[in-house]
């Protein structure tokens, strides 16, 4: 289907960093870069989608594939490619975020997964669990945690930390992996587990230099 002027430079912009890079950017990178709104590449992006140009994918509907002329996606680099949805406190909490930022590209022998989504870690109170500030935690979707496992909690329907799960008769404990650190204890009510961190990526781009929980 033939395409306005605007939407073929974003759809060759679009070529070109996942050509370049191996992945696609965030709708606000890309506005960035091409000078335009936020909003603009949004109502861009949803008019391609329209015209079979990309498709969204995933849990999230955010990671995106370029399908040039309505055919197979582009392949890209040797990978999957997992949403990085937001920034996770891993010491104070901060409020969850659940934006797409951009994709991240993993090994899929290493992280098999379906629905995995990936969040980038502030931070130091998981140091000692190798989790440190700046890397990025791939993530298993899940509402429910065994005792010790590393998880992605949302506190009082606002904040999200990285945190061991520990289930008690009349209380939930977030528990850090650095005695610098308190444990935090909450009643049930206000602890979602929204999944469980199955493994770390640490790098600039993060692509391939990750470890397995």
Not at 14 to 32: K, M, N
Not at 166 to 194: K, T
Request: glycine residues 10%.
């Amino acid at each position: 289907m033939e395409l306005t002027a605007r939407q073929q430079q974003l759809f060759s912009y679009l070529r070109q960093r996942l050509e370049g890079e191996g992945r696609v950017p965030s709708l606000r990178q890309a506005a960035a870069d091409l000078g335009v709104s936020h909003t603009a590449v949004a109502q861009l992006m949803q008019q391609l989608e329209k015209k079979g140009m990309v498709a969204r994918q995933g849990r999230y509907g955010r990671s995106i594939r370029l399908l040039p002329g309505g055919g197979e996606p582009m392949p890209c680099r040797t990978g999957r490619e997992v949403p990085l949805v937001g920034r996770i406190a891993a010491g104070l909490p901060m409020y969850a975020q659940q934006e797409w930022q951009e994709t991240i590209v993993v090994d899929p022998l290493m992280f098999p997964g379906d629905n995995l989504f990936a969040l980038r870690v502030k931070g130091q109170s998981m140091r000692d669990a190798g989790i440190l500030d700046g890397d990025v935690v791939l993530c298993e979707p899940r509402q429910y945690a065994e005792n010790g496992e590393i998880v992605v909690a949302l506190v009082k329907n606002e904040e999200a930390t990285v945190k061991r799960f520990f289930l008690y008769s009349d209380h939930i404990e977030l528990r850090p992996a650095n005695e610098a650190y308190e444990v935090m204890c909450y009643p049930f009510g206000e602890v979602l587990v929204q999944g469980k961190v199955v493994g770390v990526l640490r790098g600039r781009h993060a692509e391939f230099d990750g470890k397995r929980l």
